[in-house]
């Protein structure tokens, strides 16, 4: 196993690749209808997607909500599922609109309104957790394939534990950390740039900050 802490690993992807500033988006909604889109499909075709809602004037959650879904799916084509993601976007912003929006979803505490974003049709772990970090800026870690890939190489994790597992993990070993929620949300946006990078499907080793760390090489 790795003898790096998660928090080193941090520093290490850091002090490489600079800060990332995440998440790319105008607002807080923007940010969840993004992480709706962003399911099996690369952020390129999502910024598309967002692109020609802008364009067409409806990227609020009132107009997604009331939208035909035939001229939603069409303007969402970009980040392929159009169909599919045309509905889970459509659920969420009627959820989102009789929920009050952001104000009074912000009032409250971090796992009620986790659980109030999992029982949206087609809003899932990493969705939720991904508005929660980014949108709503709770100390939330959001677990992706990336993660797994990376922690699994450097032997922190077996691969296989369950999401909620992972994020326990991950948030236990930074729990003493400051300023979690700007720390969490470079950690993750660090670790997806590295597996673009360097530690792809078929790893680019040469190039790899870790590789001094990873017991694979």
Known sequence: MSSLTFYQVYKILL???????????????EVMV??????????????????????????????????R???????????????????????????YTTQGGLRRLQRYETDAL??????????????????????FERPVFVIDAYTRRLFSRLTHIA??????????????????????VKIFNEYHALIVQHAKQACRSKPQCHACCLRRHCPGV
């Open 15 to 29: 002090r490489s690749y600079g800060p990332q500033r995440w998440w790319p988006a105008d607002s807080p909604f």
């Open 159 to 180: 691969g296989d534990e369950s999401y909620e597992a992972l994020r326990q993990q991950f948030q236990n070993s930074l729990s003493r950390v400051k300023q979690q």
């Open 69 to 95: 879904h035939a001229r939603l799916a069409n303007l969402l084509k970009p980040a392929g599922y159009f169909n599919i993601k045309a509905t889970r976007l459509q659920n969420f912003c009627r959820w």
């Open 34 to 67: 993004g992480a709706v889109l962003t399911q099996n499909t690369s952020w390129l075709n999502v910024e598309r997607a967002i692109a020609n809602l802008k364009q067409d004037k409806a990227l609020t959650a009132k107009a997604i909500a009331g939208m």
């Open 114 to 135: 986790r659980q109030l974003l999992l029982s949206v049709n087609g809003v899932g772990p990493e969705t939720a957790d991904d508005m929660l970090l980014y949108a």
